[in-house]
């Protein structure tokens, strides 16, 4: 710390105080000369120590003592000095001290309030959500013979966006016109970053250009608050064409926020060629980068899977002098787990230690890395090393661990685990226990599931659908129809609201048990709860109903989902004609394949084959070799079940050479004959051998 002497006190201190980089031992040199009797301390040093002291909130309990200071030596100060005060206090949402030294500005500092101190007060006012007090305060400038100014009216326009009273806010700007206290770029700017925090979008670009109609010329921050809006709105396009009139103007240019904008809006909107094309204009203009888009750019070259892009533009960073950051190192090492890169994992790690860069996210990043990469062992070690260290745990983490244990077939481990943590009271969440209950029903341990969800009910922890759904797919696949239906039916109770994929699942497990009745039950209760059924539900049921031979229901089924407005894709339909081709209808079920493209349904080689089975079984050996030529014709390439169809419908037909010609189209397609081939071909053989003597087979 400098040193002080007598004889200079007085016409060094403010240069002393100056040259002090620490704003501790600046203090205590003031405090220092202040003990000193001979020295009256000027408004200068007094400005000084406030501004040093107000940009440390921890120091901001010593400026009582200042004040004091000020007071006692009747020191008559200019209103800049109470103001850095009252700042600092509405900087640190210290409202009531700020108003309390607001009302003793004459008697403490020998001078009033004007303008700037109202306008302070006021703006803390609304930062801290008081808008009662702040309007009463509005209204008593005029009674303190203070005029409001522009400022004034901005920080009241910026409350009423805060209570999102946008129509009064714009009236408060025509007010403004009409007399003459005209709105700059602040005004507008407040009520256009209002109403796109409102989801107002149509109504802050109305406002945007009305500004410049009144010719008041935006400034950067108005454009990138649109375009960051329609962004999180999902609206790229309407995003871009913002971008389109900022870069078209020749008063206001992009800055680095706009690029950072436009970026990360890409990033979240899935367009990632996008986001490097704006990445890469913004290096040929030789726009300095900040913390964020190197950040954002590393995420979006690790999250599209290439890793050595990311670690180039890492590099770039740290020979530009831009430090990362903890989340810049996560997304590497986020890259490199993805792209199973484990050493260079271990690495990073070690270099993030060095760094003092880690955290629980890159603890959990890393650990549910090595459990992808089925690299347990490193996994468990890690754990075991690092478990101790609650700044590397959290509840993510127990869910981490005991779901990757569980996919690794780990499953009494992971319940270790969590019995372990519950008993050290560690912090656990519902992922952690329905992690549990997969891993549980995934190994058949509907018992052992059923407990657990008991257990986490018990202890307060309310499991989501997703749970429930689980168990009950666990109950389907078991052949315990019951057991789901009244999992079902206790779910409202545990708090969790069925899905249309809880539904689903159980209406599957119903119609497979022929139990069709319960299953339309079921339909109309989630018609009931609001859900609308799906084309899996629909599907399910059809499926069902085809596969019990009640092709006639199934297309009265058919015809109700198409009287309700639902349009079938190429899965219904294939279901309904197989259906009827498996009853012998192929008439119907060709009928309905002619009309799939009028519905604008495009049919798929599971539909011609399903058709030329049918055919054949009809022994319609003319209409199976039409539905052949159509698979040519459509340019489908037939598969060996398409083959098979054939040789199987021709040798019933005792088309015995037809049969092997299409045995050696196949081959000379290079699609290898199965098991089902051969057989099909030595019944028949069986079947016909006084007919094979002319038979080539060249395959043999």
Same mark, same amino acid.
């Given at each position: 710390?400098?040193?002080?002497?007598?004889?200079?006190?007085?016409?060094?201190?403010?240069?002393?105080?100056?040259?002090?980089?620490?704003?501790?031992?600046?203090?205590?040199?003031?405090?220092?000369?202040?003990?000193?009797?001979?020295?009256?301390?000027?408004?200068?040093?007094?400005?000084?120590?406030?501004?040093?002291?107000?940009?440390?909130?921890? !120091?901001?309990?010593?400026?009582?003592? #200042?004040?004091?200071?000020?007071?006692?030596?009747?020191?008559?100060?200019?209103?800049?000095?109470? !103001?850095?005060?009252?700042?600092?206090?509405?900087?640190?949402?210290?409202?009531?001290?700020?108003?309390?030294?607001?009302?003793? /500005?004459?008697?403490?500092?020998?001078?009033?309030?004007?303008?700037?101190?109202?306008?302070?007060?006021?703006?803390?006012?609304?930062?801290?959500?008081?808008?009662?007090?702040?309007?009463?305060?509005?209204?008593?400038?005029?009674?303190?013979?203070?005029?409001?100014?522009?400022?004034?009216?901005?920080?009241?326009?910026?409350? !009423?966006?805060?209570?999102? =009273?946008?129509? =009064?806010?714009?009236?408060? %700007?025509?007010?403004?016109?009409?007399?003459?206290?005209?709105?700059?770029?602040?005004?507008?700017?407040?009520?256009?970053?209002?109403?796109?925090?409102?989801?107002?979008?149509?109504?802050?670009?109305?406002?945007?250009?009305?500004?410049?109609?009144?010719?008041?010329?935006?400034?950067?921050?108005?454009?990138?608050?649109?375009?960051?809006?329609?962004?999180?709105?999902?609206?790229?396009?309407?995003?871009?064409?913002?971008?389109?009139?900022?870069?078209?103007?020749?008063?206001?240019?992009?800055?680095?926020?706009?690029?950072?904008?436009? #970026?990360?809006?890409?990033?979240?909107?899935?367009?990632?060629?996008?986001?490097?094309?704006?990445?890469?204009?913004?290096?040929?203009?030789?726009?300095?980068?900040?913390?964020?888009?190197?950040?954002?750019?590393?995420?979006?070259?690790?999250?599209?899977?290439?890793?050595?892009?990311?670690?180039?533009?890492?590099?770039?960073?740290?020979?530009?002098?831009?430090?990362?950051?903890?989340?810049?190192?996560?997304?590497?090492?986020?890259?490199?787990?993805?792209?199973?890169?484990?050493?260079?994992?271990?690495?990073?790690?070690?270099?993030?230690?060095?760094?003092?860069?880690?955290?629980?996210?890159?603890?959990?990043?890393?650990?549910?890395? $090595?459990?992808?990469?089925?690299?347990?062992?490193?996994?468990?070690?890690?754990?075991?090393?690092?478990?101790?260290?609650?700044?590397?745990?959290?509840?993510?983490?127990?869910?981490? $661990?005991?779901?990757?244990?569980?996919?690794?077939?780990?499953?009494?481990?992971?319940?270790?685990?969590?019995?372990?943590?519950?008993?050290?009271?560690?912090?656990?969440?519902?992922?952690?226990?329905?992690?549990?209950?997969?891993?549980?029903?995934?190994?058949?341990? $509907?018992?052992?599931?059923?407990? /657990?969800?008991?257990?986490?009910?018990?202890?307060?922890?309310?499991?989501?659908?997703?749970?429930?759904?689980?168990?009950?797919?666990?109950?389907?696949?078991?052949?315990? #129809?019951?057991?789901?239906?009244?999992? %079902?039916?206790?779910?409202?109770?545990?708090?969790?609201?069925?899905?249309?994929?809880?539904?689903?699942? %159980?209406?599957?497990?119903?119609?497979?048990?022929?139990?069709?009745?319960?299953?339309?039950?079921?339909?109309?209760? /989630?018609?009931?709860?609001?859900?609308?059924?799906?084309? #899996?539900?629909?599907?399910?049921? /059809?499926?069902?109903?085809?596969?019990?031979?009640?092709?006639?229901?199934?297309?009265?089924?058919?015809?109700?989902?198409?009287?309700?407005?639902?349009?079938?894709?190429?899965?219904?339909?294939?279901?309904?004609?197989?259906?009827?081709?498996?009853?012998?209808?192929?008439?119907?079920?060709?009928?309905?394949?002619?009309?799939?493209?009028?519905?604008?349904?495009?049919?798929?080689?599971?539909?011609?084959?399903?058709?030329?089975?049918?055919?054949?079984?009809?022994?319609?050996?003319?209409?199976?070799?039409?539905?052949?030529?159509?698979?040519?014709?459509?340019?489908?390439?037939?598969?060996?079940?398409?083959?098979?169809?054939?040789?199987?419908?021709?040798?019933?037909?005792?088309?015995?050479?037809?049969?092997?010609?299409?045995?050696?189209?196949?081959?000379?397609?290079?699609?290898?004959?199965?098991?089902?081939?051969?057989?099909?071909?030595?019944?028949?053989?069986?079947?016909?051998?006084?007919?094979?003597?002319?038979?080539?087979?060249?395959?043999?």
């Amino acid at each position: 710390m400098a040193e002080l002497t007598k004889p200079h006190l007085p016409k060094h201190l403010l240069k002393l105080l100056k040259s002090e980089k620490d704003p501790l031992s600046a203090l205590s040199l003031f405090h220092t000369a202040l003990r000193n009797p001979s020295y009256t301390p000027t408004p200068a040093v007094f400005h000084h120590i406030l501004r040093r002291i107000s940009q440390h909130p921890k !120091l901001l309990p010593q400026i009582p003592q #200042i004040l004091h200071s000020i007071h006692t030596h009747k020191c008559i100060c200019s209103e800049d000095i109470p !103001l850095i005060v009252i700042k600092a206090y509405a900087n640190n949402h210290m409202v009531d001290p700020a108003l309390d030294l607001f009302q003793r /500005m004459s008697e403490v500092f020998g001078c009033e309030p004007g303008v700037r101190s109202y306008n302070t007060l006021l703006n803390a006012l609304a930062e801290s959500n008081q808008f009662t007090r702040a309007d009463l305060f509005f209204r008593s400038f005029r009674k303190m013979g203070v005029l409001p100014n522009l400022e004034s009216y901005n920080i009241v326009i910026k409350i !009423l966006c805060k209570r999102k =009273r946008f129509r =009064r806010a714009k009236e408060m %700007l025509d007010w403004m016109f009409g007399k003459r206290v005209f709105p700059d770029v602040v005004s507008y700017g407040t009520l256009i970053s209002g109403l796109v925090k409102n989801g107002e979008m149509s109504s802050a670009v109305k406002v945007f250009d009305e500004m410049l109609e009144r010719g008041v010329v935006p400034d950067v921050m108005c454009y990138n608050v649109l375009i960051d809006g329609f962004f999180k709105e999902g609206d790229f396009g309407k995003a871009c064409e913002v971008w389109e009139r900022l870069v078209k103007s020749t008063v206001v240019y992009p800055d680095v926020g706009t690029y950072n904008v436009m #970026i990360a809006g890409f990033c979240k909107c899935g367009k990632y060629e996008e986001s490097l094309k704006i990445w890469y204009r913004m290096k040929e203009n030789e726009r300095e980068m900040d913390l964020f888009t190197y950040s954002v750019v590393i995420n979006l070259f690790c999250e599209s899977g290439n890793v050595e892009g990311g670690i180039t533009v890492f590099r770039e960073m740290v020979a530009k002098k831009v430090s990362p950051d903890v989340a810049v190192y996560n997304s590497l090492l986020n890259g490199y787990c993805r792209a199973g890169r484990i050493n260079e994992c271990f690495d990073l790690w070690d270099l993030m230690e060095k760094n003092d860069c880690r955290n629980v996210v890159s603890f959990n990043i890393l650990i549910k890395g $090595l459990f992808d990469n089925r690299n347990v062992d490193k996994a468990i070690s890690l754990w075991q090393q690092l478990h101790e260290n609650k700044s590397f745990v959290n509840s993510t983490t127990y869910g981490i $661990l005991i779901h990757g244990l569980c996919q690794n077939g780990y499953v009494d481990k992971a319940f270790s685990l969590l019995k372990d943590a519950e008993e050290k009271c560690s912090n656990l969440d519902v992922y952690a226990f329905s992690s549990m209950i997969n891993g549980f029903c995934n190994v058949g341990r $509907l018992n052992d599931a059923v407990c /657990m969800l008991d257990h986490m009910v018990k202890n307060g922890y309310n499991p989501n659908t997703n749970v429930c759904n689980t168990i009950i797919k666990g109950f389907i696949q078991a052949r315990k #129809i019951n057991d789901a239906a009244n999992l %079902l039916d206790k779910m409202a109770t545990m708090g969790c609201s069925p899905t249309i994929v809880t539904y689903n699942t %159980l209406i599957n497990g119903l119609c497979k048990s022929h139990r069709f009745d319960e299953a339309y039950i079921l339909v109309r209760e /989630m018609l009931e709860k609001g859900l609308t059924p799906d084309t #899996i539900t629909n599907s399910v049921l /059809m499926r069902g109903l085809c596969q019990d031979k009640k092709v006639d229901m199934a297309l009265k089924l058919w015809d109700q989902f198409v009287d309700n407005g639902f349009k079938h894709d190429v899965i219904m339909y294939n279901i309904v004609i197989h259906g009827l081709c498996s009853i012998g209808n192929v008439e119907y079920a060709l009928e309905l394949y002619l009309k799939m493209s009028e519905n604008k349904c495009v049919p798929n080689l599971v539909t011609l084959n399903t058709l030329m089975e049918g055919f054949y079984k009809v022994r319609d050996c003319l209409n199976a070799s039409m539905i052949w030529g159509r698979i040519l014709k459509g340019g489908f390439r037939p598969d060996i079940i398409s083959y098979n169809i054939a040789l199987k419908g021709l040798c019933c037909c005792r088309k015995i050479p037809e049969a092997t010609y299409y045995l050696n189209d196949a081959v000379g397609k290079e699609i290898i004959p199965t098991a089902v081939t051969w057989n099909i071909l030595v019944r028949a053989v069986l079947h016909s051998r006084p007919m094979m003597h002319n038979v080539d087979v060249k395959y043999v």
